[in-house]
């Protein structure tokens, strides 16, 4: 017997298997941490990738928009933002021409606290911070992509002299990557933006999918968006699973954002040489916040160029979920609609805020087994949803075995969100 163990938001649960029916563990690589975040944060904004220094694009009358990421991402926003303003504060920048905006797409707004929580007191009582907002009024439309997305940007973010992205990457189960673009789309952008740039289409295209830049039209999409706008610079963390920083690039939007991808990548691309019956996900924290975060692990073995588990095959995925199923009309949707009615709708002219969510989802639910290992008060919505629950991950184990008596195929992807598998016969 073998005792594995896998991300449950901020600890780690147990299971004994037996070893022969383990296929692989596919962990992500640490890397080496860095040590001094904030100084690689000036080094970087002083010597970028494919752009002039910032310290070289702003005056003192610049109106400057930093978009940040909302409490779904562990990025230590923090320690980005301190010696960045600094730099803006010695060209001269005015405080009261900053701001920054955090980029929640179509996710809910933040609290004061939550603000607060994300920037750090100094500078959330120094500079104006605020949500992103949705509504008709707070954007402007820039013409069309060349997919055909109109393109309703955040006013103020389109406005700015200059904006600042910030963010972290990693993997991403539909534009192959999280981090550079995806601050303005979705970021900031309107939700008829976002319904376009996360269409059906787009999303089944086998280019989008998990690890994959090439050919991926949301991701292409979503930098057209810059052809749009004035100047942007970028600066994006490549963490660990851990929350560790282990990279800091910058710079040009594109080019920066990939040089990061190259630097993920060598952590998070592991190999596995067969496809398994059984796939254990863990989910970290914050990843686990709800079950729409927690579909990041869901989709990590079929989100793929080539999935890592069998057609009809179970998926186990751990998570806390505290703060229950989504901010939309997930829950909802499956609540009320059998599965095959739902696929249907979400293929024509859905009306389903989390239509894309869903859609994910539905991939998995329909082509496998989905059994969720989760906090008690989650009961009885994951059985509405039609899913299988657990409260024991042992437990949960052994009943996706009894569907499996005769087959040992089992992968484990400890932390699910960091880890892109790929099947060595694709390789």
Not at 67 to 92: H, M, S
Not at 199 to 222: F, Q, T, V
Not at 361 to 366: H, I, T
Request: with cysteine; glycine share 8%; charged share 25%.
């Amino acid at each position: 017997m073998k005792e594995v163990k896998v991300a449950y938001g901020k600890q780690e649960i147990s299971l004994k298997i037996p070893t022969e029916y383990i296929i692989d563990t596919l962990q992500p690589e640490e890397g080496a941490p860095l040590m001094g975040l904030q100084a690689e944060v000036i080094n970087r904004l002083n010597s970028p990738t494919d752009s002039s220094p910032l310290a070289e694009m702003v005056g003192k009358e610049s109106r400057v928009v930093i978009i940040v990421d909302d409490n779904t991402r562990p990025t230590p926003t923090k320690e980005i933002l301190e010696p960045l303003l600094d730099i803006l504060f010695q060209k001269g920048v005015k405080k009261n021409n900053i701001s920054i905006i955090f980029a929640l797409g179509a996710h809910s707004k933040l609290n004061e606290k939550e603000k607060l929580a994300i920037v750090g007191p100094k500078i959330y009582q120094n500079i104006t911070c605020k949500n992103h907002l949705v509504e008709e009024e707070n954007l402007v439309y820039i013409g069309k992509t060349t997919f055909g997305t109109p393109v309703y940007l955040n006013k103020e973010v389109y406005e700015a002299d200059i904006r600042i992205l910030t963010g972290m990457i990693k993997p991403h189960n539909q534009a192959g990557y999280t981090g550079g673009g995806k601050a303005l789309l979705p970021g900031v952008c309107g939700l008829d933006t976002i319904f376009a740039n996360h269409s059906y289409k787009a999303m089944s295209s086998p280019a989008s999918c998990l690890g994959n830049i090439e050919g991926n039209p949301i991701r292409m999409d979503i930098e057209e968006v810059l052809k749009k706008i004035g100047p942007t610079f970028l600066i994006n963390v490549v963490m660990n699973h851990k929350d560790q920083v282990v990279a800091v690039v910058a710079g040009g939007v594109i080019a920066a954002h990939r040089e990061g991808v190259r630097r993920l990548d060598s952590l998070v691309k592991k190999d596995v040489n067969k496809k398994a019956a059984i796939c254990i996900c863990g989910t970290p924290d914050p990843i686990d916040i709800n079950f729409y975060q927690m579909l990041n692990s869901i989709s990590a073995p079929y989100r793929l160029k080539e999935p890592v588990i069998e057609k009809g095959g179970t998926i186990i995925v751990t998570g806390r979920a505290i703060e229950g199923i989504s901010d939309g009309d997930f829950y909802i949707a499956l609540k009320e609609n059998e599965r095959e009615s739902l696929w249907l709708n979400i293929q024509g002219n859905s009306q389903y805020q989390e239509r894309a969510a869903l859609q994910i989802f539905l991939e998995g639910a329909c082509n496998y087994k989905i059994i969720v290992v989760s906090e008690k008060n989650n009961q009885e919505k994951f059985k509405e949803m039609g899913m299988e629950f657990f409260q024991d991950l042992e437990t949960a184990y052994r009943y996706a075995r009894s569907e499996y008596p005769g087959d040992k195929n089992t992968l484990i992807l400890p932390y699910a969100p960091y880890v892109i598998p790929q099947l060595i016969t694709e390789k």
